[in-house]
């Protein structure tokens, strides 16, 4: 659970570091699994009846820096699928998106391997999110590796949850000008970046109209961490919008995504956190 202060914080900025969720021989195997999910991809992928993610992308090969993108890595590994049930990262949600119903929207690991890891330009999350409303989701972003400047950590701006949709002026932003993000917002004075460190087992929130992004990983570490989004029971489908996992929803436009289904599961209801399934209990 957070503290007052800690929910005051988060209202104040958008972002919070939350602490420490998750142990070193946990980390070690969802390591593990994120090898393991990546050589199969590799190797000539999942065949149809094996449990795999949704999508696994390489972005900036071309350009000489890389990063795995893997969408929904929790559907083809039981040690992933059980962060979404983990109460020192559920319950902050709750608090923090001040709602008592959490479905999990989607993962998303972001791995920047060392040396040539690439930039993630500055964003907010909600407008690349146009199959859901309202914009209200919290993303809880767990590290598993020590995250810092050398390694390409997020940087965020703290308060930007609160200056409505600019995503256009954000992408405007050459990669390569990351650090001079402010120019872009020349009637403000108040965008102001501030690197974003997160220790490996460490959990970060982050408002999904929150500014942010991540440079680039020239260090000889790897920074690997996966992203969890989640949506609030008041959360409905937009027809209208695009998004990789809209082929899983079959709903009527306007529909609540309480009955997306299978793809979407719910992990805090009336406020306490759904019991982890019992066959994720033993499974590797
Ligand atoms: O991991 C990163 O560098 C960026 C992550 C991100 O944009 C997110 O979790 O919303």
Known sequence: MLSKAQVAEFDRNGCLIGGRVIG???????RRELDRVIATHSAGGFADDQPQPVMISKWGEKEGSLIWQIVNIWEA???????????????????LAHHGEIQIWHD????????HGGINNWHQDAPYWPVLKPETPVTAWIALDD?????????MVPGS??????????????????FEIAKKFPERDDVKPIPW??????????????FHGSHANTSDRARRAIALHFMTGDARFVKSGEH?????????????????????PQVVRAGKPVP???RLNKSK
């Open 24 to 30: 070193d021989d946990e980390v070690e195997t969802l």
């Open 77 to 95: 590994s039981p040690a992933f699928e059980r962060l979404l049930y983990l109460a020192p990262v559920v319950e902050p949600i709750s608090q």
């Open 108 to 115: 998303q690991i972001q791995f920047k391997p060392p040396h």
């Open 147 to 155: 995250v810092d400047e050398s390694n390409g950590c997020m940087w």
């Open 161 to 178: 949850h609160k200056w409505g949709n600019h995503i256009k002026t954000l992408e405007s932003n050459a990669p390569a000008d990351f």
């Open 197 to 210: 460190p997160v220790k490996k087992g460490e959990v970060s929130f982050h408002h999904s109209m929150t």
């Open 244 to 264: 990789p996992m809209k082929k899983f929803i079959a709903l009527e436009d306007d529909a609540p995504m309480r009955d997306a289904g299978e793809h979407f």
């Open 276 to 278: 982890m399934p019992a």
